[in-house]
């Protein structure tokens, strides 16, 4: 048995053959380039507090490090929108992978920890850097394994399918 035939209807449609063919620098490959600097603002940014969190760098307080938490929600948005273009592009290759389905979960789990770190280390301000470091040390280890392994779902991404396109 094959992949549903509504793949077969998204990848006719002009966008997303568009996306997958086309020469045009603002195609596949821009928004693969977006999708990665989104990474960068969300990943890197949330593993530079798990890492303070951690006791890395403890010169740096920890309390101003709260306004990365818009930069992290914008890096998310960027995330999405980017992956939505990605699936149109080969929504087969992505619908169809049990990798893709396993990227999703973790990535809600990640956004899970990241709030609850947000609003339990980072919102009350009377905290002393000792509380924060002992309320966020278990949620900045999650959050480190947890984007490691949406990465590595993310990268398997290009490795594990079954279908590229829809099978003529």
Same mark, same amino acid.
């Given at each position: 048995?094959?992949?549903?035939?509504?793949?077969?209807?998204?990848?006719?449609?002009?966008?997303?053959?568009?996306?997958?063919?086309?020469?045009?620098?603002?195609?596949?490959?821009?928004?693969?380039?977006?999708?990665? =600097?989104?990474?960068?603002?969300?990943?890197?940014?949330?593993?530079?507090?798990?890492?303070?969190?951690?006791?890395?760098?403890?010169?740096?307080?920890?309390?101003?490090?709260?306004?990365? =938490?818009?930069?992290?929600? +914008?890096?998310?948005?960027?995330?999405?929108?980017?992956?939505?273009?990605?699936?149109?592009?080969?929504?087969?290759?992505?619908?169809?992978? &049990?990798?893709?389905?396993?990227?999703?979960?973790? +990535?809600?789990?990640?956004?899970?920890?990241?709030?609850?770190?947000?609003?339990?280390? =980072?919102?009350?301000?009377?905290?002393?850097?000792?509380?924060?470091?002992?309320?966020?040390?278990?949620?900045?280890?999650?959050?480190?394994?947890? &984007?490691?392994?949406?990465?590595?779902?993310?990268?398997?991404?290009?490795?594990?399918?079954?279908?590229?396109? =829809?099978?003529?």
């Amino acid at each position: 048995m094959g992949p549903p035939s509504f793949l077969l209807a998204i990848e006719e449609t002009g966008f997303s053959t568009w996306l997958r063919e086309s020469e045009s620098p603002f195609a596949f490959y821009f928004i693969l380039l977006f999708h990665t =600097f989104g990474l960068a603002l969300l990943v890197g940014t949330n593993a530079v507090i798990d890492l303070r969190l951690l006791g890395v760098a403890r010169a740096i307080p920890l309390a101003p490090l709260k306004q990365f =938490f818009r930069l992290m929600w +914008i890096g998310f948005a960027v995330n999405a929108v980017t992956g939505v273009l990605l699936v149109f592009a080969y929504p087969t290759k992505t619908l169809t992978n &049990w990798d893709f389905y396993v990227k999703l979960v973790v +990535i809600g789990l990640a956004l899970w920890v990241m709030r609850k770190m947000e609003k339990q280390v =980072f919102e009350d301000s009377s905290l002393s850097e000792a509380d924060r470091m002992a309320r966020g040390a278990a949620l900045a280890k999650w959050s480190l394994a947890l &984007w490691f392994a949406a990465i590595s779902a993310g990268r398997l991404l290009a490795y594990t399918y079954k279908y590229l396109t =829809f099978p003529s």
